[in-house]
C-alpha cells in the first residue's frame, strides 16, 4: 500500500517529522514497525512494514502547488492508494487546500483528512473550524476527519487506523448478486426519473474495478440517468457495503439496440398489387354483408 502525505505551508515539513515521532512514541501499533527510506522528491518518506495492510507503504511529501511541484503532487495522489491530507486548525481553509482535495477526488483515491494543532485551540474556535471544514471540503464527506497534535502525538494512532480503513474500502471486492440486489432495492425505493419518451431501466450491476471501487450497471437508456441519481446510487451502495474513506464510482452502459441498423425491406411491384387485390375483397365483402 502507498499512502500520499500532503499539505500546504511551509512548515509541512515539521509536520510530517512530528508525526513520525508521534508514531515512534506510540510505538507498536498492531505489529506497525516504523522504519526511515530514501528520500523521495524535494521531501522525505516514511515506510511502515510488518503489517500485512501497511506492507510496503510509503508517505510522501509535497509542499506546494506551483507549476513544478503541481505535477510532482499529482503524480504522488495518482501513485497512492490512500491521501492524508493535513490543514492547519487555526487557519480557515484555502483555496488551494480545496484544490488539493479535489486532485485526490478526481484521481478517486481514499483519503484521510487531518486537521493538525487542534490542542490549541478553544471551544468556539473548534466550532467555527469545524463548520468551515463542512462548508468548503463538503465534497469530501465520504473521509473520516481526524483532530490531531502531530507535535503531542494526540490523535495520530486513530489516523491510522482510518488509513487502514480506507485502503480495505478501495480495494473491497464486491459480489456481482449482491451489488445487483442493492441496485433493485434501490430502484424500487426511488426510480430514476423518466427522460423523453422512456424510464430508464437498470438490469443489473457489477464491479468493474478497484482503487476506487468502480460499479457498473446494465440496462437501457441509461444515457438519461441525470447526475442527481448517479449520486443517489453512489451514496446507496456505499452505504451498503459500509464503504468510508473511498470514493466510489457509478458507470452507466446500455445495450446496443440489435435493430437498430436493420431497415425495413421495399415492397416489390409484385406484393403491391397483391396487396392492392386483397384490399379490394375486403371491401367487396364488407359491403356485401353490411352490419346487423
Not at 492508494?81 to 490543514?87: D, S
Not at 480495494?171 to 440486489?181: D, E, H, I, S, V
Request: proline share 5%; charged share 25%; aromatic share 6%.
Amino acid at each position: 500500500m502507498a499512502v500520499a502525505f500532503l499539505g500546504l505551508g511551509s512548515n509541512l515539513a515539521d509536520k510530517k517529522n512530528n508525526i513520525i515521532r508521534a508514531i515512534g512514541k506510540i510505538g507498536d501499533i498492531s505489529g506497525l514497525r516504523i522504519k526511515a527510506v530514501s528520500s523521495l522528491y524535494s521531501g522525505s518518506a516514511l515506510g511502515v512494514t510488518n503489517q500485512p495492510d501497511f506492507a510496503n507503504a510509503v508517505i510522501k511529501i509535497e509542499t506546494s502547488l506551483d507549476p513544478h511541484s503541481l505535477l510532482k503532487t499529482m503524480q504522488a495522489i495518482e501513485d497512492a492508494n490512500v491521501v492524508i491530507l493535513v490543514v492547519e486548525a487555526r487557519d480557515q481553509i484555502t483555496e488551494q487546500d480545496a484544490h488539493l482535495a479535489d486532485f485526490v477526488l478526481q484521481a478517486g483515491r481514499a483519503l484521510v483528512l487531518a486537521v493538525n494543532k487542534w490542542d490549541g485551540l478553544d471551544a468556539y474556535q473548534r466550532d467555527t473550524a469545524k463548520r468551515d471544514i463542512d462548508r468548503k471540503l463538503h465534497f469530501l464527506s465520504f473521509a473520516k476527519h481526524h483532530f490531531i497534535s502531530a507535535l503531542k502525538g494526540d490523535g495520530v494512532q486513530s489516523l491510522f487506523k482510518s488509513v487502514d480503513e480506507a485502503y480495505a474500502a478501495a480495494m473491497a471486492k464486491l459480489p456481482t448478486p449482491l451489488l445487483t440486489r442493492v441496485l433493485i432495492d434501490a430502484v424500487d425505493k426511488q426510480q430514476p426519473p423518466r427522460g423523453g419518451v422512456f424510464r430508464p431501466k437498470m438490469r443489473y450491476a457489477h464491479q468493474g474495478g478497484s482503487n476506487p471501487p468502480l460499479i457498473i450497471i446494465h440496462g437501457s437508456a441509461l444515457d438519461k440517468v441525470p447526475e442527481s441519481y448517479r449520486r443517489y446510487l453512489e451514496k446507496t451502495f456505499c452505504d451498503a457495503f459500509k464503504l468510508q474513506g473511498t470514493p466510489l464510482k457509478v458507470e452507466f452502459r446500455a445495450g446496443a439496440n440489435p435493430f437498430a441498423d436493420n431497415k425495413p425491406k421495399k415492397i416489390t411491384e409484385s406484393e403491391r398489387r397483391e396487396g392492392l387485390k386483397l384490399a379490394d375483397r375486403v371491401r367487396k365483402r364488407a359491403w356485401r354483408e353490411p352490419n346487423r
